[in-house]
DNA sequence: CATATACCTCG
DNA sequence: GAGGTATAT
């Protein structure tokens, strides 16, 4: 635990959260490409920035436990002494159970103990209205409300490959996650693979975002403000960092919805149907169909979206509608509507959640969790086999 | 509607 | 050529 040793002023408090891994294995749905701003800095534990705050996830078979890192935490940055009591005094607000250790068996002995020194000094102020709120948050953006063992078993019913897969990718849900980030993390991702998407948000959230903290060697920032985004030098800047055609369509779409729609079009959006939130997305420069797709899903509350990219193209292909493999040459936007409305036929309400989980099965990189691919199978396309070697 | 091509950069 | 989009034909 690199990260918390390094922050001896704040008292490591962990809190948990009843859920099981059936409903969530944070492994997969941090990484699978939904969100590039969560990083695995030691085993188990994951840190990223959410609503403003750093923050530290791990999970053990009942629990989620989580640690955030604020203002008065981090040396340096405005940790003066009238502060730090005002932050005390917002704890002692808390009405709702704080867990003074970290999550058992996880963290070394020495650890423990130092927390426990800290932990004394807490001991009256168990509870919280702040608590409330980030368990709140943390439930809102795991979509926790929604029942994962449900909707698998719903799935695994209608489709025997889900059934199949679904046993080695336990616990892969969609993230409610923020629209801004969600719509120009996703516009950097056209021809594009995760590795090099995540070194270009980062890079965009150090030179455009909010300073947020430094755990150790590592300086954590917010995602950019849609005004930032749209700063008539952001062009510029985008493509100093590497995001090379992807800077236009960055710079554009942040100016688009400012300038014609307004600074809270995004969020409402949410509220449209499907459709309609869809088409109001490809308007925007650099939004076509798979990226409005992937935003109205992991953003706008569509869970009936599902975002058809190549990994998708080719599972469908595979493992549903040989037919398609046969006369189509490419991904067209009949091809794409056809697969969506397929799968959502065959998944119902839930669709992009579920292809999520084919997604993730399909990745490189998770692919020594699966079992030994089924020899009745098709063998895999050279063109696929080439590019998972990138991930 | 369908196919072809350019677009940035990296491995 | 890549987890893609926009434009022209």
Redesign the pocket.
Known sequence: MHHRASLSVCPALWRSIPCQKAELRLEFTLS??QSFRWKEWSPGFWTGVLHGRIWTLTQTEEHIWYTMYTKECCPGEDADASSATAALKKRQKCTKKIVPCPPPKILKTEHVKEEKEIVEDFDQFVGGNDCKKDEELLRDYFQLDVSLKELYLLWGKSDPNFAKVAQDFPGIRVLRQDPTECLFSFIC??????S??TGMIDRVCSSLGKHLGQLDSEIYCAFPTLQALAESDTEAKL?DL?????A??VSESAQTILSKYGPDWLERLRILPYEEAKSAL?T?????????DCVCLMALDKPEAV?????VWQIAKRDYLPQLGQ?????????YREIGDYFRRLWGSHAGWAQSVL?CSD?KKFQNSADKPDPSRKPRKR??I???T??
């Open positions: 699978c490409g991702t056209s021809n594009n693979h995760i090099r998407i493509r590497g995001f090379g055609y992807r236009k369509f490809c925007l420069p650099g939004v076509g169909a798979k990226v409005a975002p058809v990219d190549t990994h006369g189509n040459k490419s991904l067209t936007d009949r091809v997604f990745l063109t696929q080439k590019k998972e990138l991930e």
